[in-house]
């Protein structure tokens, strides 16, 4: 069974920084690809951060220099660290998996969590 729960999300200003974490289940984090979402109001669910099974990222590039995907295989938990955020990073972020690659942004992902809030105020 795949299960995702995120958390870690809240309200800050512009320039400061979230960690997001996703705790998965053994059959969720057992997938090759683990990626991190996100959807702002009135728009479409669009790709933030995707890791494969051996650690390799990619970042969207609106999110690179910024954001860190990184995961800790021990406790099956995915995080996205989040710096000098701005007002256009906000939205809910939702953790998904993929049970092949190519881990890109454009293809599809499941088993989304209940996601996490994030606001960002200028």
């Known amino acids: 069974q795949e299960v995702l729960a995120e958390s870690g999300g809240g309200s800050v200003q512009a320039g400061g920084s979230l960690r997001l974490s996703c705790a998965a289940s053994?059959?969720?984090?057992?997938?090759?690809?683990l990626a991190w979402f996100r959807q702002a109001p009135n728009k479409a669910r669009e790709g933030v951060a995707t890791?494969?099974?051996?650690?390799?990222?990619r970042y969207a590039d609106s999110v690179k220099g910024r954001f860190t995907i990184t995961k800790v295989n021990a406790n099956n938990t995915l995080f996205l660290e989040m710096d000098n955020l701005k007002p256009e990073d906000t939205g809910v972020y939702y953790c998904g998996v993929r049970s092949v690659g190519p881990c890109r942004l454009d293809v599809s992902y499941r088993s989304w969590g209940q996601g996490t809030q994030v606001t960002v105020s200028s």
């Open positions: 890791i494969d099974i051996l650690g390799g990222p």
């Open positions: 053994q059959g969720a984090f057992s997938n090759y690809c």
